[in-house]
Antibody
Framework: QLQLQESGPGLVKPSETLSLTCSVS??????????WGWIRQPPGKGLEWIGS???????YYNPSLRSRITMSADTSKKKFTLNVRSVTAADTAVYYC????????????????WGQGTLVMVSS | QSVLTQPPSASGTPGQRVTISCSGS????????VNWYQHLPGTAPKLLIY???QRPSGVPDRFSGSKSGTSASLAISGLQSEDEADYYC??????????FGGGTKLTVL
């Protein structure tokens, strides 16, 4: 059974870089069907799609965050990471990693497995 | 401001049928499929409907999805107390990024 687990610091100072890692177990990251994604939920607000990465390193990013984020993947370690630069209080959120089915020609774009989420607070 | 528009709240009594709407545009729902997620506080969101109307294994057939033009709907029949949760619609945009609705809080009265 596929499992995803987020890890990273729970507290980040304003203007610094937020770095999170998602560990994948129960399946290989190498697949022509799946991307590996990040989603966040600020306190009291809805879900926001951040971006997704293919095992080759190809990425799709949320246009509103593109200038500040970088995603990478290490298939040998079965981990993928998210970096958010120059964070502010608005980046405080529960961050989820998930597996994304992206078969756009077939019309599929859903997130089928999710991690439990990790709360990251941005505060001095 | 979310890209997809959902009503902030919905409610129903046990056994009732409720629907939640999701409105988008020609660049997202109009050309891509819609997914629905159920989210209970403190837990991971759960995929409820994908590809407009398909249910993953284990999701009861009380949940159904539909799409028409640039709008979609989630219907829950035979409402149960455990259905009380936040529901999110999501899709893909032709400018190559995912989009979510703002979420609908469902209350079972």
């Amino acid at each position: 059974q596929l499992q995803l687990q987020e890890s990273g610091p729970g507290l980040v100072k304003p203007s610094e870089t937020l770095s999170l890692t998602c560990s994948v177990s129960g399946a290989s990251m190498i697949s022509t069907t799946y991307y590996w994604g990040w989603i966040r939920q600020p306190p009291g607000k809805g879900l926001e799609w951040i971006g997704s990465i293919y095992y080759t390193g190809s990425t799709y990013y949320n246009p509103s965050l593109r200038s500040r984020i970088t995603m990478s993947a290490d298939t040998s370690k079965k981990k993928f990471t998210l970096n958010v630069r120059s964070v502010t209080a608005a980046d405080t959120a529960v961050y989820y990693c998930a597996r994304q089915v992206l078969l756009l020609l077939d019309g599929y774009n859903h997130l089928d497995y999710w991690g439990q989420g990790t709360l990251v607070m941005v505060s001095s | 401001q979310s890209v997809l528009t959902q009503p902030p709240s919905a409610s129903g009594t046990p056994g009732q049928r409720v629907t939640i709407s999701c409105s988008g545009s020609s660049s997202n729902i109009g050309t891509n499929t819609v997914n629905w997620y159920q989210h209970l506080p403190g837990t991971a969101p759960k995929l409820l409907i994908y590809g407009n109307n398909q249910r993953p294994s284990g999701v009861p057939d009380r949940f159904s999805g539909s799409k028409s033009g640039t709008s979609a709907s989630l219907a829950i029949s035979g409402l149960q107390s455990e259905d009380e949760a936040d529901y999110y619609c999501a899709s893909w945009d032709d400018s190559l990024h995912g989009v979510f609705g703002g979420g609908t809080k469902l209350t079972v009265l």
